[in-house]
């Protein structure tokens, strides 16, 4: 009988190799692939802007995939010269603003359409839904008229009141308290709570996800307000972030292309950190059941 040796070492060397990539490589390791090549394509362009905002315009024409050297003079011309500061404190008066008295009201529209009743609820409920497919824009007209009727035109009133109540708000909190045990209404009513005490010691603290989720969509919502602002905005001195990147552009000269980049991230930041803190929240705000 004759014994192959060298074989039966190679087989066994190759299946000690194919042993150690199976430990070192995910069992679904094509589905990482994937996944980590979707992640390269979409943050391709962040990882470019944050490349140009540091180059002159000389350099973003040439292509470079390296650092530039403009990144102080880039700085100068968005926060020294621009003020993209003071209309990044606007915006984020505003948003704070608007989130705040969307949360709130959504909370208190959620507690009337679940624990109350009144006569048109359902009819009532029925145009909240509604308005959620009329955007702003068809409205603008109206809404531009009416403001400067009430004096509020270049004021932050009229960047704030007119955005502060949210459909979307209302009809997610009203299917968040429709599930949860119709017995805590029950067991506050024979403890003697107020509405609003059952509001407030209750149902918020089961709803940490939901107003999370809720107020993580309504603060990049308003962060991106263009339109109304460069309406009903004269000065600067109130001016929104969105439409004071526009000061970005250049004027009449060529388009500056590290200032404008350097400006767009910079106004991505706030966003991005209020994301990254209320991401869990954010992530299991519409997980809504009944086991919540």
């Known amino acids: 009988m004759t014994v192959r040796t060298q074989?039966?070492?190679t087989v066994a060397g190759d299946q000690g190799v194919l042993a150690s990539l199976k430990r070192i490589l995910p069992k679904r390791w094509y589905a990482h692939l994937v996944l980590w090549f979707a992640?390269?394509?979409i943050g391709f362009p962040l990882f470019y802007a944050i490349l140009v905002s540091t180059q002159n315009n000389s350099e973003v024409f040439a292509y470079q995939f390296t650092p530039g050297g403009n990144f102080y003079a880039n700085w100068d011309v968005v926060f020294n010269i621009s003020k993209l500061s003071g209309y990044m404190v606007n915006s984020m008066v505003i948003a704070v603003a608007v989130t705040t008295?969307?949360?709130?009201?959504s909370l208190l529209a959620g507690l009337a359409f679940v624990y109350f009743r009144f006569p048109g609820k359902?009819?009532?409920f029925g145009f909240?839904?509604?308005?959620?497919?009329m955007p702003t824009e068809i409205l603008i007209i109206a809404l531009f008229r009416f403001i400067n009727s009430l004096g509020w035109g270049n004021t932050y009133i009229a960047l704030i009141v007119p955005f502060i109540a949210s459909a979307t708000g209302s009809f997610l909190f009203r299917q968040h308290f429709a599930n949860l045990p119709a017995e805590l209404s029950e067991a506050a009513q024979l403890d003697g709570a107020t509405p609003l005490q059952f509001l407030f010691r209750v149902l918020v603290p089961m709803s940490w996800n939901t107003i999370g989720a809720l107020t993580v969509i309504q603060f990049v919502y308003v962060w991106n307000?263009?339109?109304w602002p460069a309406l009903i905005i004269q000065g600067q001195e109130r001016q929104v972030v969105q439409v004071g990147l526009r000061t970005l552009l250049g004027g009449d000269?060529?388009?500056r292309f590290g200032p404008m980049m350097l400006g767009a991230v910079a106004a991505?930041?706030?966003p991005l950190i209020i994301f990254l803190l209320l991401q869990k929240q954010f992530m299991s705000g519409f997980a809504i059941t009944r086991d919540k």
């Open 7 to 9: 074989d039966n070492v």
């Open 101 to 105: 008295g969307k949360v709130i009201l």
């Open 225 to 227: 307000f263009y339109l």
């Open 268 to 270: 991505s930041i706030p």
């Open 39 to 41: 992640c390269g394509l």
């Open 122 to 124: 359902w009819l009532v």
């Open 253 to 255: 000269s060529a388009v």
């Open 128 to 133: 909240v839904l509604i308005t959620l497919m």
